[in-house]
């Protein structure tokens, strides 16, 4: 079991940045592949970027290449999403997720791949 907290959310005007960070506790989390998610009001949940367990391998949504980056301190357990350059349609709920470690054959960007979920932290980019 994995148990996963987001923090670092809050309101912040456009072209601002805000790190998230999402703190893994349980079984060996380095062992995992993570990623972000986000959902907007109305909108279906959507991948943000992952990275790879073992090799810091990293894969970006189209739309936050250049601006989001995603990174990882095994030693702290916790995984990172620096943001910037921050757009109102950035605005979501933004979930840290990680990955099973029974192979799949569901893409990368696929939720259904990620066996734990955080709760969710509310990012709000003011226009």
């Known amino acids: 079991q994995v148990q996963l907290v987001e923090s670092g959310g809050g309101l912040v005007q456009a072209g601002g940045s805000l790190r998230l960070s999402c703190a893994a506790s349980g079984r060996t989390s380095s062992r995992y592949g993570m990623a972000w998610f986000r959902q907007a009001p109305g909108k279906e949940r959507e991948f943000v970027a992952r990275?790879?367990?073992?090799?810091?391998?990293?894969a970006y949504l189209d739309s936050v290449k250049g601006r989001f980056s995603i990174s990882r301190d095994n030693a702290k357990n916790t995984v990172y999403l620096q943001m910037n350059s921050l757009k109102p349609e950035d605005t979501a709920i933004y979930y840290c997720?990680?990955?099973?470690?029974?192979?799949?054959?569901?893409?990368?960007?696929?939720?259904?791949?990620?066996?734990?979920w955080g709760q969710g932290t509310q990012v709000t980019v003011s226009s």
């Open positions: 990275i790879s367990a073992n090799y810091g391998n990293t």
């Open positions: 997720a990680a990955d099973s470690l029974a192979p799949s054959s569901r893409k990368i960007n696929d939720q259904l791949r990620y066996e734990y």
